[in-house]
């Protein structure tokens, strides 16, 4: 596992990660987090329902596969920090020896990381590993640590491809982990969608908050991340509408948040 260097956290910059976590409900953000968030959350209401519904899909999705299809690995690449229910806690519920690689290059995540992201079971593992999403061939080295490349992996990109940047970055990044992967693995991935403007301008003022940007795309550039694997069902939807049945508790309205999970052959 390689041992990156990561910068010092900044508390004088909105970062996405903790505007989040601000979101959701969480407390691991600081002030300027906060003053962006709701400055976000004035432009656009239903972000913080976005933010909600995203960890509801991840649930829904992270659940599936360990009980439906198998699956006992999961590389979560851009975890964001830790809230509730998060991976390793839903996969190793459902599978104890289930073995979850969390992947981020945010010092604040990684901290937390460290304090937070331990095993919930004897049997499982769960580490994680800093690197930049935009160095894949990096994060699939590192993880053949941990992982059995010859077993079917969940490769998990949650709500963080749009940090990508371009469109070709966001392509190349997807398709080297997948491409890493064996079949019988599974891609999981959403982001959110350029068909609410209110989503657009949120996006456009937090770049120009010195953040780092955020670009949203549109469905069908999503989808395209899908190409040449089988989703399934419902296929290519909203979050809130990805097995919704089978959701506790949840919005079933679209939202402009599309999404998918599917097998590699």
Request: negative net charge.
């Amino acid at each position: 596992m390689t041992d990156v260097h990561t910068p010092t956290i900044r508390t004088d910059i909105p970062h996405s990660a903790r505007i989040w976590n601000y979101w959701m409900g969480g407390k691991d953000h600081y002030e300027i987090d906060k003053i962006a968030g709701d400055a976000g959350l004035a432009v656009d209401p239903e972000i913080s329902t976005m933010a909600v519904q995203s960890r509801q899909f991840l649930i829904r999705a992270v659940r599936f596969l360990a009980r439906e299809r198998g699956i006992r690995q999961f590389l979560d690449i851009g975890t964001g920090l830790p809230t509730m229910q998060n991976t390793h806690e839903v996969a190793q519920g459902v599978t104890p020896d289930a073995r979850i690689v969390y992947v981020d290059n945010d010092p604040l995540v990684l901290a937390h990381a460290r304090a937070l992201l331990t095993s919930t079971t004897p049997e499982g593992v769960t580490t994680y590993i800093a690197a930049d999403f935009h160095d894949p061939e990096q994060i699939v080295a590192d993880a053949r640590n941990v992982l059995n490349f010859n077993e079917p992996i969940a490769v998990m990109f949650m709500g963080v491809l749009g940090h990508a940047k371009t469109y070709d970055d966001l392509l190349r990044i997807v398709r080297t982990v997948v491409g890493a992967v064996p079949s019988g693995s599974h891609l999981i991935m959403w982001d959110g969608t350029d068909d609410s403007q209110a989503y657009v301008t949120l996006c456009e003022n937090y770049t120009g908050t010195g953040g780092t940007p955020y670009i949203p795309r549109t469905q069908a550039e999503i989808r395209a991340v899908f190409d040449g694997l089988e989703l399934v069902e419902p296929g290519f939807v909203s979050i809130t509408q990805w097995q919704a049945e089978s959701a506790e508790v949840g919005e079933v309205r679209p939202i402009s948040a599309y999404g998918a999970v599917a097998r590699k052959p």
